[in-house]
């Protein structure tokens, strides 16, 4: 997709953005090794500056009573949220550093047949739901869940157990509270 043929970027949807970045990432990652390295560099370079122009922004908001008030409301919507964690200005919530553990055994599990969705934490408990898993095949289940409470459990030590939730349980809703959002630079915590 060119720059023409994308939706204006004032009215597309978070799901178009998305849809857009992981198509030029797939195209990317056909490139042969010289070009790819370039493009890498590249985003590098262009998040490094995103980084630098939100840090200046963020701080001129917090120096003013009413910016920090406009900073906070502003941090309700998911893509400044995200944005800010990406820029390691807001400290990721303890459920967002859980997906990222997921996502770094997702393939694993795929390539066992079986997928899993953290539902919600709660004082320290981690609720996931094996999706895809074969529930009549014991062992191949009991891996799956081992190797998620292994992966959450070493990694997140806020995290002291980890409970499985039937599949057909009703979605639990959750929300990031705006108290457990803190400012700082990264590693500053």
Sequence with gaps: MTIA????????????RATRIDAAQRAVARLDPEPRAAAGELVAALE???AAVLLSLVSRLRADDRGREL????????EVYAALVKAGIVRPSLAMRAVQVLDGIRPYLTSHNGDVELVRIDQGVAYVRLLGACQSCGSATET??????E???????????????????APTTSFIPLSSVTFGRKGSR
Excluded: C, G, M, W
């Excluded at 043929?5 to 178009?16: G, L, N, P, R």
């Excluded at 799956?144 to 409470?149: E, G």
């Design 71 to 78: 900073l906070y409301e502003a941090v309700d919507d998911a």
């Design 5 to 16: 043929e994308a939706d204006d970027t004032k009215t597309a949807t978070f799901e178009t």
């Design 144 to 149: 799956l869940r081992d190797s998620v409470a």
């Design 151 to 169: 992966a959450l459990l070493q990694n997140l030590p806020e995290i002291t157990e980890v409970q499985e939730v039937a599949p057909d349980a």
């Design 48 to 50: 490094a500056h995103q």
